[in-house]
């Protein structure tokens, strides 16, 4: 057997052709790019805000809690009104992620990094907010149980002790999910890094190369954290909620809280996947990856839970009508004619009344309007959590106690710096990170290929099997 015929020098001598690279990693991998001005913009904009709400705090710390406006009987405010919002916006994410995962709704696959990324950021957003409200916050180790030698222990009791373990065991397993979910997708970047991301993205990719074995376990570990977490979209908003529904103060000593905390959690956290995806699809162009088929599904979630959140107002309204007891007549009452008339017609008109509009295909997939009712749901829903929590606490068992209370500058400024260090960890993630699931993508547009769709599938006009492998 003769060997084959040796190649020329000139030949050897030539670099090696690079391959072209897909439409898709380009598409999906643009948003890594150069940042632009008005990116730097946005993002010195939150980080500013963020420096400042950090000096309102020590200045907080420093004068005491009674610059946030708490005076008997009313000691939970905006920063117990902020964290419950930020919790129920974190649910989105395990939704999508997990629940969507189990069923194998591929419309999820668009939209659940975008998803994943804000229940992480959002948790740590509502983590500050058991230590802002804390006052002495260099005391907040004493939450922890953990063997000290006073022989002390929390006191298990407490609804805050309560929110560690939620907010600790939520953030965990979220982080995780992130994680496990960018391993693919951060090799993919890491092929195409340069400069200083050729250093992280190695370190983050754990050695994958997509072989069937490393697939294998990761199929296996996102179904086994989506089964891990599931119960928790359930369970911690549900405790949460047992934080008021567990007392006696009127409005809030109801069964019908743990299902409404967990259906308006869902409704808030939709709404807020929406008002970041629309603005993140049009300014990279990535239409033809985020459909209008993706918006009309996640129209029909807002829609059905906006449905069950106005069922539940429904609800509390007749049952303290129907109880006959004075004190929760007269709370529910003063909540829509009293000093707090304003927030709970806010609440129920961008709630109950607005996302009706979703009933005609047409809205659900006109982009414009679509933002505009996701937006108006994330104010209603703030405004949900204060009218509950505030409108109960002002007006009690005792009247002459009864007080109008009204958030302080210092509260308002803690509230914007939510947002903003929201915003900041959101702007970086955008930068670092793929915000769609470039493998996820490609499995379905490669399963519709190989198994002939239907005239007029999504992904049938989308791309095609070579633009997009």
């Known amino acids: 057997m003769t060997p084959p015929p040796a190649l020329p020098v000139a030949a050897l001598m030539q670099p090696d052709v690079e391959m072209p690279d897909s439409a898709a990693n380009r598409a999906l991998l643009s948003p890594l790019g150069r940042p632009s001005l008005r990116y730097w913009a946005l993002l010195g904009v939150a980080v500013a805000t963020v420096v400042y709400g950090l000096s309102v705090w020590m200045y907080q710390i420093y004068a005491g809690m009674g610059v946030a406006g708490y005076a008997h009987p009313v000691f939970w405010g905006v920063y117990i009104v902020t964290f419950v919002f930020w919790v129920g916006i974190a649910h989105a994410g395990t939704l999508i992620s997990a629940i969507l995962y189990l069923f194998r709704s591929k419309w999820r696959n668009a939209i659940n990094r975008s998803a994943e990324a804000m ?94 074995r490393q697939w294998k376990a990761h199929n296996r570990t996102v179904l086994h954290l989506s089964g891990l977490a599931t119960p928790l979209v359930l369970s911690v908003h549900s405790v949460v909620s047992w934080d008021f529904a567990m007392s006696i103060v009127p409005g809030w000593h109801a069964t019908i809280f743990a299902p409404y905390f967990v259906a308006g959690a869902i409704f808030s956290g939709m709404a807020l996947v929406l008002t970041v995806v629309i603005p993140i699809r049009r300014i990279y162009g990535l239409e033809a990856y985020i459909t209008d088929y993706h918006f009309d599904n996640m129209a029909k979630f807002i829609l059905l839970t906006s449905t069950i959140v106005g069922y539940a107002y429904v609800t509390e309204y007749f049952i303290a009508w129907y109880s006959a007891v004075e004190t929760e007549r007269t709370s529910f009452f ?82 914007a710096w939510s947002f903003a260090w929201f915003s900041m960890f959101f702007l970086i993630f955008l930068k670092l990170f793929p915000v769609v699931a470039i493998a996820e993508m490609k499995e379905i547009v490669i399963h519709e290929k190989e198994h002939a769709p239907r005239r007029g599938d999504v992904w049938n006009h989308a791309h095609t099997f070579g633009e997009i492998h």
């Open 119 to 212: 229940t992480v950021f959002a948790v740590a957003t509502a983590g500050l907010f058991p230590l802002i409200h804390l006052g002495r916050v260099y005391r907040a180790y004493w939450l922890l149980p953990y063997p000290n030698e006073r022989g002390l222990w929390p006191n298990f009791k407490s609804p805050l002790l309560w929110d560690v373990f939620a907010i600790s065991t939520y953030a965990t397993v979220s982080i995780v999910f992130l994680f496990v979910g960018l391993i693919p997708d951060i090799a993919i970047a890491r092929d195409r890094a340069r400069g200083w991301r050729k250093l992280l993205y190695p370190a983050l990719a754990l050695g994958w190369h997509g072989t069937a």
């Open 334 to 415: 003063l909540r829509a004619f009293g000093p707090y008339w304003v927030s709970t017609w806010i609440m129920i008109t961008c709630n109950a009344i607005f996302p009706q509009l979703l009933w005609f295909k047409k809205l659900r997939t006109h982009v414009p309007s679509l933002f505009a009712i996701a937006f108006l749901v994330n104010i209603g829903m703030w405004f949900e959590r204060y009218v509950i929590i505030v409108g109960s606490l002002s007006t009690e068992y005792d009247p002459s106690v009864w007080v109008t209370y009204t958030p302080t500058w210092v509260e308002l400024s803690i509230l």
